[in-house]
């Protein structure tokens, strides 16, 4: 049976390649097994902060570490992810509520401990992922409609042809970024001295 969450493709390079890097910029280094980790005890934070199946967690980080574990943790825990560039928005991950009204709240989440505390090995969640269940939120700055982006279309990318090393370019998708982990690549946001030995 074919995978279609995006998240089931890189658990699967966890299992494959877990000591292999996942990630490398000028200050950290991950391993497929050390993201799986964090983005396991991320969505595990996340649930016990009230998220539910299908609801959307707003991230607001800077390109890093701890913005892919993030965004993993949030589909590992059955939730879409939106990425904010606003500044006025908090630094990290809140919650959508849905009050019933037609103003969005949200509960901002602290996930310093999963990103960056010490976390130990955890399975992975039973949370069953449809291919047609949103992953990603797209939100115009113009005030258009948001684009809703299911977990099939982006694993849909996964055999197509990567090269060993992707530079994450930082856009709102982010496809480059779930192209390089569902096929087992080392993702780097700058160029690194872990290049040669992630190579």
Known sequence: MKMVAVHRLVEHQTVTR?????????????????????????????????????GIVAIRM???????????GTLKAGGAYSLIKDAAWPEG???????????????????????DGDVAPSPNLPILTRGSEVACVLVAQSGAPPVLIPHATIAALHGAPVLPVVCWAGADGPFDMWLALMSGATLTATETPYMKTAA
């Open 18 to 54: 877990g000591d292999a890097f996942a990630y490398v910029d000028a200050n950290r280094a991950l391993t497929y097994r050390e993201l799986n980790s964090r983005a396991n005890a991320v969505a595990r934070a996340l649930i016990a902060a009230g998220l539910k199946r299908g």
């Open 93 to 115: 991950a809140a919650i959508a509520e849905d009050d019933g009204g037609q103003d969005q709240r949200y509960r901002i989440v602290d996930l310093s401990k999963p990103l």
């Open 62 to 72: 800077e390109r890093s570490a701890s913005l892919l574990i993030a965004l993993l």
